[in-house]
């Protein structure tokens, strides 16, 4: 059963892009210190954003929607985008400045420090090709920025009219309800934070109980968990070098959508929103080291998801670990 699959046609991306500055030390500096940085890289970042680069780079055509200040730092995420082969004709140039992060990795544990300037406010008017691009859409997927706006954009529509809608949680959203949402996919954490302490299924459950079709919590380290009417699955994280995680939700997020795309049933897509999200770890940034469709499927056949029944959960093994 693959309750979620889009087709080719459209899948929007709406929400925050940037341009970060990426630093890998040994050890986060102290106060007034100075440390010798082993790598430095300036990339595109935003969870939208690199979602959409995840599904263009996986062999699905994605455009994404934003709001882009008309400075040299928004001409830099434009052109970012337009080399991945993100689409681009509906960005908003507006004043202002661009969003952009100083990013310390610390490679020893595997952890970072983010240090963020926000880009500018995003509203989208209903006579501008943006809107257009949103209201026939397929599907649609948004951020922490991303959801007022497209939600405000398309409250007119009855749910049957319009995109079906997938949800980045991984942030706080003001106001969010997972009501009308086709895809909620947020992390074990923010599950957590919502709904207080429970295994996956009993948070995924509190989830679609507010309204969700499907949930999807990733849980790092520890792999994703998928529930909807039905079934629910577990799959265990694809083992990778890691040089950083900066951007592996946000790429698993594009994944998802791309495996649903290529039409994998959920167990699989699971596996292989994985895969790729791992991959994307060997890179500094969080788009280098995307794979490609033909990498992440090669490494798909080595994983075998198993569908359950909502009494229990059940992961996958495997075989090479």
Not at 25 to 42: E, F, G, K, S
Not at 69 to 79: F, T
Not at 102 to 121: F, K, Q, S, W, Y
Not at 306 to 314: I, Q, W
């Amino acid at each position: 059963m693959t309750p979620l699959a889009p087709t080719h046609r459209s899948i929007v991306f709406v929400g925050v892009a940037t341009q970060d500055a990426i630093a890998l030390v040994d050890a986060y500096p102290r106060a007034n210190d100075r440390v010798l940085a082993q790598m430095i890289r300036h990339a595109g970042g935003g969870p939208a954003a690199t979602a959409a680069v995840a599904c263009s780079r996986l062999g699905i055509p994605a455009a994404f929607v934003g709001a882009i200040a008309r400075d040299a730092l928004g001409d830099a995420i434009l052109e970012g985008l337009r080399g991945e082969g993100v689409a681009i004709d509906a960005v908003l140039r507006v004043p202002g400045e661009s969003g952009g992060s100083l990013v310390t990795v610390d490679r020893v544990n595997e952890t970072r420090a983010i240090c963020n300037r926000p880009g500018p406010a995003l509203h989208i008017p209903m006579d501008s090709d943006a809107a257009s691009l949103i209201r026939s859409a397929d599907w649609v997927h948004v951020d922490q920025l991303g959801w007022a706006a497209v939600t405000a954009l398309l409250a007119d529509l009855p749910p049957e009219a319009g995109p079906k809608l997938s949800v980045d949680g991984g942030n706080h959203i003001p106001d969010f309800t997972p009501a009308g949402v086709a895809l909620y996919a947020p992390t074990i954490e923010r599950l957590q934070h919502l709904y207080g302490d429970g295994d996956p299924l009993a948070l995924m459950q509190r989830a679609r109980d507010a309204g969700a079709a499907c949930v999807v919590a990733t849980a790092g380290a520890s792999g994703s968990y998928a529930l909807d009417t039905m079934e629910h699955w577990a799959v265990p994280a694809y083992r990778a070098d890691i040089t950083s995680t900066l951007g592996a939700g946000d790429v698993f997020h594009g994944a998802l959508l791309a495996a649903f795309a290529h039409g994998f049933p959920t167990g699989e897509a699971l596996a292989y929103a994985n895969i790729a999200a791992a991959l994307s770890c060997r890179g500094l940034d969080g788009r280098s080291t995307i794979p490609s469709d033909g990498e992440t499927r090669a490494l798909l056949s080595r994983l075998t998801p198993v569908r359950a029944p909502l009494t229990r959960m059940t992961t996958t093994k495997d075989p090479s670990q």
